[in-house]
């Protein structure tokens, strides 16, 4: 059978041949639904994709970095409306975390920056512009473009614990600084006025005073004296003793003796900040009270409400502290023979690194107790077992800066 012939094409047939293709709508970018843009994106390859999602996130955060600054100027003249957060779909922490960081971005231009070409996620902003300032902006910027924003927020958190710490500690300061005692002479009275941080000697003296006048029970078939009177004869009684003692009653002494634990209440919160009678305890209070006292922890809501209380807890055993005080048989602070009514003291607090063992204490009297770390500014270095084994010196700057850095905690 002949096969069928075919006129000759009128067109020549050197020309290339184009194919003919059928585009999608929804590659066409006109997708309106999520399935139709996974449909398009999964033509793409995996590079394209790749570099895509680059793209989408470096965008995402140059536009978070313009509404922080949009933020801000709506801020400032507290033009931002009271329902913002809800408007934005966010609760209120997380508004007044962008409002804060925005706000901390003007003084940081390094930061803003690298904020604003997309260089760090919202997980590494945040933490970052807690941790910087004016000096460290530039090294704080470098460090959060390569750390994780996990060891942002825990260096972070640290930063924000040693500033805390830093301002119980000069509160501390200037609350002891205010301490004072005035006495006057008035129609034949002696008359006074004085006032005592509860944490810096105020709690000594009001559990001294409480422990004492409850034991002045009066004679049987009589009334109790009253409070006021009590309390005035434990302050005349108190002045009789150590006028008959004398200042030279240390020097006759034959033996060193402790002096006596007084009992505190510490309140703390469900955040863990610890407090006497609503006042903050610095860090420093809390180790120097861990040798000398019968601490009675309390929990409590933001109420004062008592959710929890442990019994009397000592950090330093009654044997130890007077084991303490027959070793060194006087104030170890040098050039001092106290050694009447001695304390012990810490020569490395724990929050320094230092145990309660023994060759970790020293006696010292209660005036030089106040004076060296971590409340002062004076260490005694070396071998407490050894009569000249102790040293004076001050602290430094740069010790007492790093050390600050460092938790200090109650340990219970």
Same mark, same amino acid.
């Given at each position: 059978?002949?096969?069928?012939?075919?006129?000759?094409?009128?067109?020549?047939?050197?020309?290339? &041949?184009?194919?003919?293709?059928?585009?999608?709508?929804?590659?066409?970018?006109?997708?309106?639904?999520?399935?139709?843009?996974?449909?398009?994106?999964?033509?793409?390859?995996? #590079?394209? =994709?790749?570099?895509?999602? @680059? *793209?989408?996130?470096?965008?995402?955060?140059?536009?978070?970095?313009? $509404?922080?600054?949009?933020?801000?100027?709506?801020?400032?003249? #507290?033009?931002?409306?009271?329902?913002?957060?809800?408007?934005?779909?966010?609760?209120?922490?997380?508004?007044?975390?962008?409002?804060?960081?925005?706000?901390?971005?003007?003084?940081?231009?390094?930061?803003?920056?690298?904020?604003?070409?997309?260089?760090?996620?919202?997980?590494?902003?945040?933490?970052?512009? /807690?941790?910087?300032?004016?000096? !460290?902006?530039? +090294?704080?910027?470098?460090?959060?473009?390569?750390?994780?924003? =996990?060891?942002?927020?825990?260096?972070?958190?640290?930063?924000?614990?040693?500033?805390?710490? +830093?301002?119980?500690?000069?509160?501390? %300061?200037?609350?002891?600084?205010?301490? !004072?005692?005035?006495?006057?002479?008035? /129609?034949?009275?002696?008359?006074?006025?004085? $006032?005592?941080?509860?944490?810096?000697?105020?709690?000594?003296?009001?559990?001294?005073?409480?422990?004492?006048?409850?034991?002045?029970?009066?004679?049987?078939?009589?009334?109790?004296?009253?409070?006021?009177?009590?309390?005035?004869?434990?302050?005349?009684?108190?002045?009789?003793?150590?006028?008959?003692?004398?200042?030279?009653? @240390?020097?006759?002494?034959?033996?060193?003796?402790?002096?006596?634990?007084?009992?505190?209440? &510490?309140?703390? !919160?469900?955040?863990?900040?610890?407090?006497?009678?609503?006042?903050?305890?610095?860090? $420093?209070?809390?180790?120097?009270?861990?040798?000398?006292?019968?601490?009675?922890?309390?929990? %409590?809501?933001?109420?004062?409400?008592?959710?929890?209380?442990? *019994?009397?807890?000592?950090? %330093? !055993?009654?044997?130890?502290?007077?084991?303490?005080?027959?070793?060194?048989?006087?104030?170890?602070?040098?050039?001092?023979?106290?050694?009447?009514?001695?304390? &012990?003291?810490?020569?490395?607090?724990?929050?320094?690194?230092?145990?309660? $063992?023994?060759?970790?204490?020293?006696?010292?009297?209660?005036?030089?107790?106040?004076?060296?770390?971590?409340?002062? #500014?004076?260490?005694?270095?070396?071998?407490?077992?050894?009569?000249?084994?102790?040293?004076?010196?001050?602290?430094?700057?740069?010790?007492?800066?790093?050390?600050?850095?460092?938790?200090?905690?109650?340990?219970?």
């Amino acid at each position: 059978m002949a096969q069928p012939t075919y006129p000759r094409s009128k067109f020549p047939t050197d020309r290339p &041949v184009r194919a003919t293709t059928v585009t999608p709508l929804c590659l066409d970018g006109f997708v309106t639904t999520f399935n139709e843009l996974l449909f398009e994106l999964r033509c793409w390859g995996t #590079d394209r =994709l790749r570099d895509e999602r @680059d *793209r989408v996130i470096r965008e995402q955060r140059k536009l978070r970095a313009r $509404e922080l600054a949009l933020t801000r100027v709506l801020d400032e003249p #507290d033009a931002l409306a009271k329902d913002q957060a809800a408007r934005d779909g966010e609760t209120e922490a997380q508004s007044r975390r962008k409002r804060d960081t925005a706000k901390k971005l003007e003084e940081l231009p390094n930061l803003g920056s690298a904020a604003m070409n997309g260089e760090l996620s919202q997980g590494q902003l945040d933490p970052a512009a /807690d941790l910087a300032d004016e000096e !460290s902006d530039e +090294e704080i910027t470098e460090r959060a473009k390569r750390t994780s924003p =996990l060891e942002l927020q825990k260096l972070a958190r640290e930063s924000r614990r040693a500033q805390e710490r +830093e301002k119980a500690r000069r509160n501390s %300061v200037r609350r002891r600084n205010a301490r !004072s005692l005035r006495k006057w002479v008035e /129609d034949g009275f002696l008359c006074g006025h004085f $006032e005592l941080p509860m944490e810096h000697g105020g709690a000594v003296v009001e559990a001294f005073f409480d422990q004492v006048t409850a034991r002045m029970k009066p004679a049987t078939g009589e009334a109790w004296e009253p409070l006021d009177r009590r309390q005035a004869d434990v302050l005349i009684a108190l002045c009789q003793m150590e006028a008959a003692e004398g200042r030279h009653e @240390d020097d006759r002494a034959q033996e060193a003796t402790v002096g006596a634990r007084v009992d505190l209440h &510490v309140d703390i !919160s469900l955040d863990g900040e610890a407090t006497m009678c609503g006042v903050p305890l610095p860090d $420093e209070w809390v180790e120097a009270a861990r040798a000398n006292a019968r601490v009675h922890l309390r929990v %409590v809501d933001d109420d004062g409400t008592v959710l929890a209380e442990d *019994r009397a807890r000592t950090f %330093v !055993s009654q044997k130890r502290r007077r084991a303490v005080v027959r070793r060194d048989g006087r104030c170890r602070w040098p050039g001092c023979n106290r050694r009447l009514r001695l304390q &012990v003291h810490h020569l490395h607090p724990s929050s320094w690194g230092g145990g309660d $063992e023994t060759s970790n204490l020293a006696s010292v009297c209660a005036y030089h107790h106040g004076l060296l770390i971590p409340h002062g #500014d004076y260490v005694l270095d070396g071998n407490p077992n050894r009569p000249d084994g102790l040293t004076l010196r001050l602290v430094t700057a740069e010790e007492r800066r790093r050390r600050r850095l460092e938790p200090m905690t109650l340990a219970v």
